[in-house]
Nanobody
Framework: QVQLVESGGALVQPGGSLRLSCAASGYIVSENFMGWYRQAPGKERELVATITRGGDTKYADAVKGRFSISRDNARRTVFLQMNSLKPEDTGVYYC?????????WGKGTLVTVSS
């Protein structure tokens, strides 16, 4: 059974930085990409960034230039480095693995950007 476990969420002041991690376990077949989504209070879940095994990345316009996604294939871990954080970045951040036939989700980690 595939499990995704996120960590790194915290309360941070505007302009600060955080690094999220997501460790995958279990047997994953035909992965398309790993990624991060977020859900702000009262809003729908939205894409933040994705990365393929080969390192191709994609970012939401709202985070381009501030966030960076990376991965360690040997450790089956994906990271999200978040810099210049804004209050509107507040939300629960979810790790995602998309395969040809399945979509796996972690339980999320809370990021709060507030002074």
């Amino acid at each position: 059974q595939v499990q995704l476990v996120e960590s790194g969420g915290a309360l941070v002041q505007p302009g600060g930085s955080l690094r999220l991690s997501c460790a995958a376990s279990g047997y994953i077949v035909s992965e398309n990409f790993m990624g991060w989504y977020r859900q702000a209070p009262g809003k729908e879940r939205e894409l933040v960034a994705t990365i393929t095994r080969g390192g191709d990345t994609k970012y939401a316009d709202a985070v381009k230039g501030r966030f960076s996604i990376s991965r360690d294939n040997a450790r089956r871990t994906v990271f999200l480095q978040m810099n210049s954080l804004k209050p509107e970045d507040t939300g629960v951040y979810y790790c995602n693995v998309e395969t040809r036939s399945m979509n796996y989700w972690g339980k999320g980690t809370l990021v709060t950007v507030s002074s």
